[in-house]
């Protein structure tokens, strides 16, 4: 009989050292993730880490409330005994972390009683849990696991139909109108509904009544040539006697040029 | 009035003629801040840049077509920065499975003499906004988050009213021509913008 419990409990403490060497090597491969690629993180991997902290929690859950682990409540430790000198097998087995099994370590390390502020959490809990009686417990318990089960059900089975459901609902609240699409783009493609500008003062004050860009350049040109001097025009008059230069590419400003000197030019050649 | 086509065009510099991939939408002022949170997290990680740019829309009219249009911008955040002028060419018609509008871009940048280079050249100023907004990343895609505001006087940058209710999201990318595999990346993350922004190819000529 004897044999047995302790063959079980070599057993279930193997099975727990191992889980909690799994969540110990799970944890600090994530700090480091976190740690020295914070930038490259995205938001699912992060997520990831945390299913995966949480699953190891959940196995080790499972593992204490197994029937086959013995209830460690009725397992003292004792330890037999206490030396000031540094033990290296200690050292080696706890990963450099324990290197002394002295009177220091010990109330740390072997204590069985939870945090002063946690123990103080559990006895409000439980005195809140003896206050609302049974009866209100199994409703709360109950309410629960329905809300639990729908949330389950609704993530678990993707509908089309229920995709159009909600859209429709969603439709009430719309976060874009097409109508204004359709105004900003004509406004950033050609100016739709922004005023159009008058020619700007580079057009000289003493011809007023000028009329606005519609009607072609072509007058613009001779005020042009006309007030800045002789340059307009001997350049269009250069580019008027070599036609056709090679390798040139058309343009419709050289022919602007060309076209307002050939028509309108004010010194006759 | 076009840009000459790619196979036509000398090669005198060492640029490659690049292409624009373009995604727009739009969404409402009161569901900005839900599209701002999913793209900080969609994402490259980097603090999103505001950005408050005041555009010029310039045109030249020939005798023949269309005319010729250029876009000054210069940022009102950092007065002292060069102006960057684009060239942005009409969209391409290829196939009507690419998901995205690709246009010819060309970019430069210029000093603070711009307009009134380009008003010597013959250009005149067509239109002018003031867009203020977010740039976020995501590799080689840049999402742009505006809100487009109309200028009241010309030339006066402070005197601004909203042009809409609503913000102005583009996605766009700026490649090499014929990489087609661009417009699929883009499809596959305007598909987790949904259903917040509705992102898709827009054809301007259609809203003329």
Redesign the interface.
Known sequence: MQQREEKQLEASLESLHARVAHLKGSLQSFILKLENEHDRLTWPSVLDNFALLSGQLNTINKVLKNEKTPSYRSQVIIPLLLSPDRDEELVKLTEQRVPVFSHEIVPDHLRTKPDPEVEEQEKHLSAEAARIGPEVAQKQIQTLNKLCSNLLEKLNNPRDDRDSESSALRQNKPSFNPADTNALVAAVGFGKGLSKCRPPGSVPPGHPGQPTMSTGPTLQQVTIAGTTGHQAGMGGQVAQQQPGQPGKMPSSIKTNIKSASASMHPYNR | ?EA?PVTVM?VTGGTINMMEYLL?????D??LE??LHRLR?LCD?MEPESFADHEL?Y??????GNP??LRGRRSLLHPTAPWHLRYLGQPEVGDKSRHALVRNCVDVAASHSL??FL????F??????VAKGQVFRKGAMKVVVSK?L??LA?GNTENTEP????Y?VELSVLAPAGQDTVSEDMRSFAEQLK????LEK?D?KR??
């Open positions: 009035m000459p000398p727009q939408g739009s969404v409402l009161q569901s839900s599209l997290g990680n829309v045109l030249l009219k020939g005798q023949q010729f249009m307009p009134e008003n010597e050249m013959g005149r100023m067509d239109h002018e906004f487009l109309r200028v010309t042009l809409s209710l609503s102005l259903p917040l922004v509705h827009i301007p809203l003329m």
